[in-house]
């Protein structure tokens, strides 16, 4: 584990060895690159803004308390925007794998924001092909309940868009934005992306995976029960700062989540769930 070189103090980059790494920006622990053998996974925009501000175009973003639209404060709630703190050192464990936690707590921002009182840890578990990430929240409160949505919003690098498939979510229902009051029914063995997208599926199988000429990458869900595929096109992409007009062919977003149902947490309680990522 090493901070990144240069003038950025915001990332931590875990090595495992033989090109297997990956780097998280403190900045929303915002996990910014995966590589397994050399080889790049997550997309990050060449535009993206490393403000310490604004949410970090790519790479995983974590959606909390809220996913989407939230009246007139932060889409996608705060979490993506706030400074997380590592807690301690890594661990390197016997098998290789290398495993750090980055802790996120209330504090005078959230609270302006979302009056409640939590924890947050996300660990990041680095193995030779894969990387698990999991999202721990607990209310200390002694007597209020708290709801809340997560979305580990994941932008994937593909070579062209227009090549890759998602599983596992044939027959399921979508919507296409938080509010529609009409769902469609997924009639494809895969998802195939040739125009915008914006599908919010709910109930979605544990694993999903984004087949490309090039290789497959599964995604595997615990506790996450909806599913969101993500890409704005060319039209939509030339709307975006953050994201260079030709860029949009070069990722997708499967995006882990619970959020149709928000998680009731009561006094005391913590709520878990994970991502584990695979290339094969
Ligand atoms: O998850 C899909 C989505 O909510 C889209 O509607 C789009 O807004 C996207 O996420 C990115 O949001 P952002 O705030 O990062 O521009």
């Avoid at 660990?123 to 607990?138: D, F, P, S, Y």
Wanted: proline residues 6%; negative net charge; charged residues 25%.
């Amino acid at each position: 584990i090493r901070m990144a070189p240069a003038n950025d103090k915001n990332t931590i980059v875990l090595e495992r060895g033989n090109g297997t790494s990956c780097s998280v920006n403190l900045h929303g622990a915002t996990l910014t690159s995966w590589k397994v053998n050399g080889k790049e996974q997550m997309f990050v925009s060449s535009k993206a803004v490393f403000d310490e501000k604004s949410p970090i175009r790519g790479g995983i973003p974590i959606a909390f308390p809220k996913f989407g639209p939230w009246d007139d404060k932060p889409l996608h709630g705060f979490a993506r925007v706030c400074r997380w703190k590592m807690e301690s050192g890594a661990d390197h464990l016997a098998n290789g794998d290398i495993k750090a936690r980055l802790v996120l707590e209330d504090n005078d921002y959230t609270r302006s924001l979302w009056g409640h009182k939590f924890r947050m840890v996300y660990t990041l578990l680095l193995g030779e092909q894969q990387l698990k990430t999991k999202v721990a929240i607990t209310n200390p409160s002694k007597d209020e309940s708290f709801a809340f949505e997560l979305v580990l919003h994941t932008y994937f690098q593909v070579k062209d868009i227009r090549k890759c498939k998602v599983t596992g979510l044939n027959g399921l229902q979508y919507l296409t934005k938080r509010d529609d009051t009409e769902t469609t029914t997924d009639k494809e063995s895969s998802v195939r992306i040739d125009g915008p997208i914006t599908r919010l599926y709910a109930d979605t199988p544990p694993i999903h995976e984004i087949v490309t000429p090039e290789q497959t990458t599964s995604i595997i869900k615990c506790n996450f029960p909806d599913t969101v595929i993500w890409n704005p096109w060319e039209e939509v992409a030339k709307t975006i700062p953050d994201l260079s007009d030709e860029e949009y062919n070069q990722f997708i977003c499967v995006e882990a989540g619970s959020f149709f149902d928000p998680m009731t947490l009561p006094p005391g309680g913590t709520f878990e769930a994970s991502q584990s990522l695979c290339v094969k």
